[in-house]
């Protein structure tokens, strides 16, 4: 049975699954909550947390060592989105995940994604995979478009929402065995994967680079052709196309 921890208005999710993991929690342990006064993003960002949105964090406990950790971002938007892709109104081709844990509804971000870790006084290692999902609302102010399931005609309610990311998302860790099936969790992220093959720019925290998103490696780092044919392997950043396209589909294919 799931076990989950439904709140009213918290701070964050996170702040709370990561609470609960330093009281000892054993984890697989969902919070939710109905508004967020404190959400928060990817580096350092603020979160638009308003009641009709899902946000929803998973406790998991040593979930894969330290060397796999890093491509638990692609496992996570993996589940999320196809948690989306099974909802009522939801089209499975206009639902994709843009590197390296965004996921979009016909171009459009629908979710952001935030994992935080923490090792614990015992030792063990505590990941909280955050997400927050626009059902009805939709954030001002943000770098890239965004949308909500509604505006897109995904007509199923929040607990449903809930059910079926949960249900994706612990698929996913499963598929992904601890980092063992990592190559099965790359060539479904791939297949739908927004924006291969277009020119795109990603934002360092030292730098840009620019050039046209490729592929994922073998380690999950996102490859990057410059106009050179050299090519760069990026680990992590914020990745924008150069070339608008609402309906940027995943690849037909992909290796």
Known sequence: MRRRLALGEVASTNSVALEAARAGDPGRLWVTAERQVAGRGRRGRAWVSERGNLYASWLVIDPAPLEHLS??????????????AKLKGADDGAVAVKWPNDVLVKGRKTVGILLESERLADGRMAVVVGCGVNILHVPDGTPNEVTSLARE???????TVFACVADEVERA???????????AIRREWLAHAAGIGRPCRVNLTDGVLTGRFEALDERGRLVLRGEGGEATTVSAGDLFFLESDERMAPPVSAV
Request: proline share 3%.
């Open 71 to 84: 491509n638990l971002p692609l496992v996570a938007s993996l589940g999320v989105r196809n948690g989306l």
């Open 173 to 183: 860790f499963a598929v992904f065995r601890r980092g063992e099936g990592f190559a």
């Open 153 to 159: 005609g995904v007509v199923d309610d929040l607990d």
